[in-house]
């Protein structure tokens, strides 16, 4: 069978074929066929009106390129339907429906980001890895669960590729920014840049700007493009870590444009290597936008049934992963693991578990420059002895905190509850999770981390723990984002069932004691299209 597969979401427009045996397993060698012509902007960013221009003039020849190679009859057209921008979408989407009317065969409505993800699970044979997408408009960690791709984390504001190209367009350089950024980095000494990571979700603006600030303040280019890629690239290669650890995968793939750089996927190799995960990195023709990546995710659609009418067919450019449902595979990512081990790897720390003691070391990272990691271990060490006391002064269950080394980032904590919230979620206990959250709001605390495996449970008590990545705070938007991490951890871990449930009482639990503002925010976090 041959399916041909179009691109076309921003700056690729690009058409592909992939030829398959639909009776045996999908072959992670069989190459596709890929042609795709660039946009490259004359000056600044991405213009969408520019680029769908150069849509309409590019696609019909990279579709003309890939019939030519396929070399007989097309079984179905697989075509991007988003997210990306309107207007390229809306070309491509046209081209892709008068083309499965010719030829008289069906049409495949690809998310472009699960074709990102998909490609990697493809070369890699993994059963069920967490991806890390890093491209230009985006940056999220998915996780199949539940017959979906859940968002595990992603960006508050822009994608990782736009966010280094807004540096490098501020300093005068052409686009895209990306590679410049990595080649100036090679003569670069390390300045400390803010670094914001909240559950497994992250922020590029605040960095951005310091980064901007830095060199408008006479700091050597070099030096800040070193840093910005140690910055940011340390908080992905961290909430992947975390993902892996919420979910108890043990394989990790790589997608997105910003996955060709070389000191990401070597970061990404530290952290994997470890805490024994396998990791995968397609080569770079299928990390950054192209076809072959949509043409193979349509040919498992299309092998699934999963084929869609031509009036059902509109584009969608804020398309999310989350909103597909997956019908091309049955198996199941996560993994929670309710044994109770003496010695606990979380994402951060290596826990001891005593009799009565718990000792948490933060024990360096590899992957981190020395400078950043030696500040996180400090800073997270003195925030959670800090912020695990006060929260039970005010009345929120929480271990006591028996000592505190700040040189070695250890901290003995009183051993709480027998289980983590993650291997026996019920409402009631969701419920308590919202009061303690509204407790701490109330408090001006925010814990920065509340996710199923940071709540302890006892007989009679539920207990948070975790304030490493906590904060003081009495802003609405800083306590909406800890609701959004908790549900988060709860959508990508539970069944939806069992997580409708358990959020119903989370949030009846936070309205008890908390302002309604915050649970309102929290419906506008959620609704934040983050196409940008
Ligand atoms: C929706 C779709 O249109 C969008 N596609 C996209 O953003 O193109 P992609 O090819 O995945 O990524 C392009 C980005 O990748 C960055 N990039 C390319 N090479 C890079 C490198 N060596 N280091 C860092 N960034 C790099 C570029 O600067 C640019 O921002 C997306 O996937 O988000
Ligand atoms: N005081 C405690 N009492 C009992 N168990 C604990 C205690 N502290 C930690 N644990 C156990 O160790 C695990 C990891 O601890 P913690 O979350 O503090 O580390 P971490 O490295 O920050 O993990 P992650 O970032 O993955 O949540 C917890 O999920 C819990 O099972
Ligand atoms: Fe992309």
Redesign the pocket.
């Known amino acids: 069978m041959r399916i041909l597969g179009i691109e076309g979401?921003?700056?690729?427009a690009s058409a592909a074929v992939y030829r398959f045996d639909p009776d045996a397993p999908l072959d992670a060698d069989a190459d596709p066929f890929i042609e795709t012509d660039a946009y490259q902007p004359e000056s600044g960013g991405l213009h969408p009106r520019e680029a769908a221009e150069h849509m309409g003039e590019a696609i019909p020849a990279v579709i003309e390129a890939a019939l030519d190679a396929a070399d007989g009859p097309i079984d179905a057209v697989a075509f991007s339907r988003?997210?990306?921008?309107g207007p390229?979408l809306r070309i491509v989407g046209t081209a892709a429906r008068a083309l499965a009317g010719t030829l008289d065969v069906p049409l495949v409505g690809v998310n472009?980001?699960i074709a990102?993800l998909e490609i990697g699970r493809h070369g890699s044979g993994f059963d069920s890895p967490v991806c890390l997408?890093a491209?230009?408009?985006?940056a999220h960690l998915l996780g199949y669960h539940d017959g979906r791709y859940r968002v595990l984390g992603e960006t508050m504001d822009t994608?990782?590729?736009?966010a280094?190209?807004k540096f490098?367009r501020h300093v005068g350089w052409s686009?895209?920014?990306?590679?410049k950024?990595?080649a100036a980095a090679a003569d670069g000494e390390y300045v400390d840049l803010p670094y914001v990571v909240k559950g497994m979700d992250f922020s590029f603006s605040g960095l951005m700007s310091a980064a901007k600030d830095a060199y408008d303040e006479g700091a050597p280019v070099e030096d800040v493009c070193f840093s910005l890629?140690e910055t940011t690239f340390a908080m992905l290669t961290e909430v992947a870590e975390r993902a892996l650890s919420l979910t108890g995968a043990d394989e990790l793939v790589l997608?997105?444009?910003?996955g060709?750089?070389?000191r990401?996927r070597e970061m990404l190799t530290t952290m994997c290597a470890d805490r024994d995960a396998a990791f995968y990195a397609p080569e770079p023709r299928f990390?950054?936008?192209n076809a072959g990546m949509i043409a193979v995710l349509g040919a498992k659609m299309y092998a699934a049934g999963e084929t869609v009418a031509i009036e059902d067919s509109a584009v969608d450019p804020n398309f999310r992963p989350d909103a597909a449902a997956v019908t091309w595979r049955d198996d199941e990512s996560v993994v929670i693991d309710p044994v109770e081990r003496p010695e606990r790897q979380g994402a951060e720390a290596v826990v001891t578990v005593g009799d009565d003691r718990v000792t948490k070391r933060r024990l360096p990272k590899a992957y981190r420059h020395p400078a950043l990691d030696e500040r996180l271990r400090r800073e997270r060490t003195v925030a959670e002895a800090r912020l695990t006391s006060e929260a039970r002064r005010h009345g929120v269950p929480t271990p006591v905190v028996r000592d505190v080394d700040v040189p070695a980032a250890t901290l003995t904590l009183d051993r709480v509850g027998d289980r983590d919230l993650g291997a026996a979620l019920t409402p009631a206990r969701a419920r308590a999770v919202g009061e303690h959250l509204a407790t701490l709001h109330d408090a001006d605390i925010v814990h920065g981390d509340p996710t199923v495996r940071n709540v302890r449970l006892g007989d009679d008590r539920v207990f948070l723990i975790d304030f490493g990545l906590g904060y003081h705070s009495g802003h609405v938007e800083d306590h909406a984002m800890d609701c959004h991490v908790f549900e988060g951890s709860v959508r990508g871990t539970a069944v939806e069932t069992d997580a409708d449930a358990a959020l119903t009482a989370f949030e009846s639990g936070y309205a008890a004691r908390g302002p309604e503002a915050v649970l309102s925010r929290l419906r506008d976090v959620e609704g934040r299209g983050r196409?940008q």
């Open positions: 979401t921003a700056w690729a988003g997210p990306g921008l390229c472009h980001m990102h997408n491209s230009g408009a985006n994608g990782v590729g736009n280094l190209d490098t686009h895209p920014g990306g590679p950024v990595e890629q997608g997105g444009g910003v060709q750089n070389d990401l990390l950054r936008d196409y």
